[in-house]
């Protein structure tokens, strides 16, 4: 049967395995979550981008409508000059087909800037929908790549948990109880390894009593931060650092 320092060593080591690989399957589903919003994301700028295209087109072409009108008022115009009767009337219409023409250049420039803007909206789609063809991309190699792992790490999760329950099974009844309670409080980080003589958990030095008890095998716990501490392998060996 091994003894309490092994075993506390062993336990820490699977504890962190442990969490690790539930951390990594954890991240799975957290990376197609977050492929999903880009999605979302990528969709709403290309229907932005498709409003706004629609939007110019539709003013460019209500002022295309407009200019048509507003030649064949010239055209109409033009017609009731030649029937003038008065000079006043023929100087009036003159003023009206002027102001006409002059409102007609007017939309004439409009209509181009519309039609530019037509042309700025299309290439912002274009751009938009690539994006989105490369979001839908991503998503689904994302999932594949989460698929294909999920059940490797399952196993893994199962095959740790089973270690860990047997190394937990050896414990003395005492120091059992013991690391128990400090699992349900902190899980994994309710342990730590002494290195040199700080404790790796707050970074704070044990005391010379706290290390002759590690020494001698004991259920030590930190001063400082309260983690059940032990000595890596190197200290098994080896004399106290100090």
Known sequence: ?????????????????LGDVRERLERGPRQIRARETNLTRLEQTLAHAQNDSKAARMAADQKQLQLRTGEQKIVDLKSKLNAASSNREYQSLREQIAASEMANSVLADEILDSLEKVDVHQIAIAEAQQNLAKGREEHAATQKVVRDQQGTLELEVGRLEAELKTAE??????????????????????????????CAGCSQTVTPNTFSSLKLGKLVFCSSCGRLIYLPDEKSLGGSAR
């Not at 049967?1 to 395995?17: G, V, W």
């Not at 099974?169 to 700080?198: C, F, N, Q």
């Open 1 to 17: 049967m091994p003894d309490l320092l092994e075993s506390l060593r062993t336990l820490h080591r699977i504890h962190r395995q």
């Open 169 to 198: 099974e050896v414990l003395p009844p005492d120091a059992r109880d013991t690391y128990k309670r400090m699992m349900r409080s902190k899980g994994a980080d309710g342990m730590a390894p002494v290195e040199g003589d700080i």
